[in-house]
């Protein structure tokens, strides 16, 4: 599996960003996708997670309420949905696949197998 993320860029603070993770090979339908952030100068923390059904979305406390996984398994893509974006968001994103038939969703990130590059969404005040 490969992933492309993108969608990132500067926001105001309040305002709302969509990121994409875009997949190539057979295996995203059954994988678990998840997106996880990493700020300058800290570690990777988890963000949300989906299921291969779409159902029932894991979310870190911070991104509850304001963030929204969901995925297209036709079009290969999984995305999130920013809103209320605050300073703290500021990070650069990643996407991630656990792999195929792997139906447990894990916050840690070394559950994930396959990685995107990465989007950077700065949020200004």
């Known amino acids: 599996v490969q992933l492309q993320a993108s969608g990132g860029g500067l926001v105001q603070a309040g305002g709302s960003l969509r990121l994409s993770c875009a997949a190539s090979?057979?295996?995203?339908?059954?994988?678990?996708m998840g997106w996880f952030r990493q700020a300058p100068g800290k570690e990777r923390d988890f963000v949300a997670a989906?299921?291969?059904?779409?159902?029932?979305?894991v979310y870190s406390n911070a991104a509850k309420g304001r963030f929204t996984i969901s995925r297209d398994n036709a079009k290969n893509t999984v995305y999130l949905q920013m809103n209320s974006l605050n300073f703290e968001d500021t990070a650069v994103y990643y996407c991630a696949a656990r792999g195929s038939g792997i139906t447990v969703i894990h916050r840690v990130s070394s559950s994930y197998r396959y990685w995107g590059q990465g989007t950077l969404v700065t949020v200004s005040s």
């Open positions: 090979g057979r295996t995203f339908s059954t994988s678990v």
């Open positions: 989906i299921s291969w059904s779409g159902g029932a979305p």
